[in-house]
C-alpha cells in the first residue's frame, strides 16, 4: 500500500507564490509516476502535473510556465516526495489539489487527501 500527505495550500493574493508538498510512504517501490491534480467547485478533477520516475515532466496548458513539479526519491531512506511550485497565481487556480500516485501501467495507487488553495486578494 501506498499513504500520500499533502501540505502547503492555503489563502494567497493574485500573483503570489504557494508551494505544495506530497510524501508518500509505504510500497513507494510500486511508484512511477506522481502527479497533482485539482477540483474546483462543481467542475470535474483535472490533471495539474505529472512527473515520473526518470524525470520527464507532463503540465496542463493552463500551468504552463507557472507551475513547476519536481521530485526527491530516495531509495535508501524509503522517501518519495513531490512537489508543486506554484507561481503568479490567478483566482481560476482557486480550487483543491490532490496527489496521487501511479504504476508504469498508469494503474492509480493512491491519492491524498487534498489540500485546499485559495487565491484571492
Known amino acids: 500500500q501506498v499513504q500520500l500527505v499533502e501540505s502547503g495550500g492555503g489563502l494567497v493574493q493574485p500573483g503570489g507564490p504557494l508551494r505544495l508538498s506530497c510524501a508518500a510512504s509505504g510500497d513507494i517501490f510500486r511508484i512511477y509516476v506522481m502527479g497533482w491534480y485539482r477540483q474546483a467547485p462543481g467542475e470535474v478533477r483535472e490533471m495539474v502535473a505529472k512527473i515520473s520516475r526518470s524525470g520527464r515532466q507532463t503540465y496542463a496548458d493552463s500551468v504552463k510556465g507557472r507551475f513547476t513539479i519536481s521530485r526527491d526519491r530516495d531509495s535508501d531512506k524509503n522517501t518519495d516526495t513531490v512537489y508543486l511550485q506554484t507561481d503568479s497565481l490567478k483566482p481560476e487556480d482557486t480550487a483543491v489539489y490532490y496527489c496521487?500516485?501511479?504504476?508504469?501501467?498508469?494503474?492509480?495507487?493512491?491519492w491524498g487527501q487534498g489540500t485546499q488553495v485559495t487565491v484571492s486578494s
Open positions: 496521487n500516485a501511479e504504476r508504469a501501467s498508469g494503474a492509480i495507487l493512491s
